[in-house]
C-alpha cells in the first residue's frame, strides 16, 4: 500500500470520528427535530468492483484502501400519532479518488474536479424537499473548479473541507 493511501485511511477515520462526535452534540440545538437516525455508508462494493475489474484480488489491499465512507444524521419531528415528518439532514463524508489509488503505478492520486464532486453531492441528497448540510473531505484536495461550484439542487448547502498535509 502507498504511502498517500495509508494517510487517506488515517484521514477519513479521524475526521468521520470527530465529525459524528459533533453532530450528536448537535441535536436538538442545531439540528432540529425531536428524534433522530444516523447511518453510516461506504463505497466498499464500488472499490472491490474496481480492483476485480483489474483482476486484483487481494483482500488485504482491499482493507487498507479508504472506503469513501460517510455518516449522515437524519433529523425528524413528531406528527400526529405515529407519522414523523423530516426536519433536515447533516452529512459527512469523504471523497477520495479510488480509480487511482487502486492502480499500482505509485502515482499520487490527483484533487478531485468539479464534475466529481456534483456526481458525489447527488448521490448523497435523496429528498430534495428537506434542507440539507454537506460536508466533503477530499484528502487530495480539490481542484479550482470544484472549489468554485455550488450544488445543483435546492435546499443543499456544501462545506468543503481539505486537511492540511501532514
Known sequence: MTDAAREMVKRESAFLAGVEDKLVGARGTLLTGSS??????????????????????????????????????????????????????????????MESLVALDGKDPGPIDGRRLQAHVRDLVGDATVPYVIGVCAPTGFTEEASGSKPDLPNVTLVLIEPKPG
Open 36 to 97: 433522530w437516525r444516523t447511518a453510516r455508508h461506504d463505497q466498499g462494493d464500488r472499490l472491490r468492483a474496481i480492483m476485480a475489474e483489474r483482476r486484483l484480488y487481494d483482500r488485504q489491499r482491499l482493507r487498507e484502501l479508504p472506503q469513501n465512507r460517510w455518516v449522515a444524521m437524519h433529523g425528524y419531528r413528531r406528527r400526529f400519532l405515529f407519522g414523523k415528518r423530516p426536519t433536515g439532514v447533516a452529512i459527512a463524508s469523504v471523497l477520495c479518488p
